[in-house]
């Protein structure tokens, strides 16, 4: 029996499965039993996506107030909320990231084009590494936000969260955010 790598030694990323097609090239799902490389994408470009998607969110809750550089503390958050996910889904909870994040990834937003003196909004397309990068903080943010002035621990609320992006119930901060930008973009067109 050969040894697995297993995401926190409990979940298997092999069985996990991406259908957004254009997520998918960049969602890296390689197994690693612990999700951090110290950086050695960085400065490279599409380095980030040779990141495991599960990294990307930990690095992503650390970049907020009380977790600023907190990588461990940020990794036993994400540990204890995956359990929690687990437990209460009874499925993998990659695959409920995974869900989430294709739920609250943007398709279009607003950029502003100059003539003249006046600025006019305009709706774009989303390139799918941006799609990402967006869902990514969106969800780490909600999560914060949940927390902070709340009994609720940080694990508790990133997993709500979680759970509430991928079932794309509009009581999480992520899909309302992503129903929000898409909104405005369509009114711009």
Known sequence: MEDKALIFGKYDPSEVSVSDGGLAKYIDLTPTNVPHSGGKHANKWFGKSKLSIVERLINNIMRTEKYTGKKLKAYRAVSEAFNIIANKTKKNPIQVLIEGLENTAPREEITRLQFGGISVPKAVDVSPQRRLDIALRNISTGCVKASTKNKKNI???????????SSGDMTSFSVAKKEEIERVAQSAR
Do not use: H, N, T
């Open 155 to 165: 694990s508790s609320c990133i997993a709500d969260e979680i759970m509430l992006a």
